[in-house]
C-alpha cells in the first residue's frame, strides 16, 4: 500500500469515528443542545481539527441521515422478499417501517430532521445530493412495489401508485408521531391501546388497497 492510499483510508477511518462519536452527542443530547464543542470532545479531537472533516453539525447530521436511510431502505428489501404479490410487499413495507421506528428510534428521528432541513452554505452540496437520491431511492421502492400490485391484480388498479405511496408514508408517520407523543394520553382518555391501533391501521389500508 504507498503513502497516498495510507492517507486516504486514515482520513477515511476518521472520519467515520467523528460521525460514531457525533451519534453518541446527538442521541443522548438532542440536536438542538449539541454543540462542535461537544463532538470535538466526544472524538478526542480538537475543534480545528473536526473542522476540517466537517463544517457544522448539520452536515455531521447528514451523514447519520444517510446510514439511517440505507438502513431503512435495507429493512424494505429483507420485508419484501419472499412476498408473493405487491400488496403483500405494500403491508411489509409498512410493517418494516413499523419496525424501524420501534428498534431504531434515533435515526427514525434523524429521517425527521432531514425532512426540516433547510439548505444552507453550512452544508456540503454533495451530501446534500446524495441524502435526496437515497430518499428518492426508498421512496421508488415503494412506488414500485404498488405499481407490482396493481399490475398483478391484488392492488385496486383505480390508484395512482406515486401518490398513493406519498399518502401512506405521510399517514404512518403521522401515525407513528401520535401514538410516541400522545400514546400515554389516548390510551389513558380513550382507552385506545397503541400497538392495537397500529395494527388496526395496517389492516385498514391493506383492505383499502385490496383489488375487489
Known amino acids: 500500500m504507498g503513502i497516498a492510499e495510507r492517507r486516504e483510508r486514515e482520513k477515511e477511518q476518521r472520519r467515520l469515528e467523528i460521525i460514531h462519536a457525533a451519534e453518541s452527542v446527538f442521541f443522548s443530547k438532542g440536536f438542538s443542545n449539541a454543540t462542535m464543542d461537544d463532538v470535538a470532545a466526544e472524538a478526542e479531537l480538537s475543534k480545528g ?3 476540517i472533516y466537517f463544517k457544522s453539525k448539520e452536515e455531521i447530521y447528514l451523514e447519520i441521515v444517510l446510514k439511517a436511510m440505507r438502513l431503512l431502505k435495507d429493512l424494505f428489501e429483507k420485508g419484501i422478499s419472499g412476498e408473493p ?5 405494500t403491508r411489509a413495507i409498512g410493517e ?3 419496525k424501524f421506528n ?4 434515533n435515526y427514525y428521528r434523524a429521517l425527521l430532521f432531514f425532512s426540516q432541513l433547510e439548505i444552507n452554505d453550512n452544508l456540503q452540496m454533495g451530501t446534500v445530493i446524495k441524502a435526496f437520491s437515497e430518499n428518492k431511492d426508498v421512496m421508488n421502492l415503494f412506488i414500485n412495489v404498488i405499481k407490482e400490485g396493481i399490475d398483478d391484480g391484488s392492488i385496486r388498479a383505480d390508484i395512482d401508485p406515486k401518490k398513493t405511496a406519498l399518502l401512506l408514508w405521510g399517514e404512518t408517520s403521522g401515525i407513528l408521531q401520535l401514538f410516541t407523543l ?7 382518555h380513550f382507552d385506545v391501546d397503541p400497538e392495537e391501533m397500529i395494527r388496526y391501521f395496517m389492516n385498514f389500508t391493506y383492505h383499502s388497497l385490496k383489488a375487489e
Open 96 to 98: 418494516a417501517y413499523i
Open 182 to 188: 400522545k400514546g400515554h394520553v389516548l390510551d389513558s
Open 85 to 89: 404479490n405487491g400488496l403483500c410487499k
Open 49 to 51: 481539527t473536526l473542522y
Open 102 to 105: 420501534k428498534e431504531y428510534p
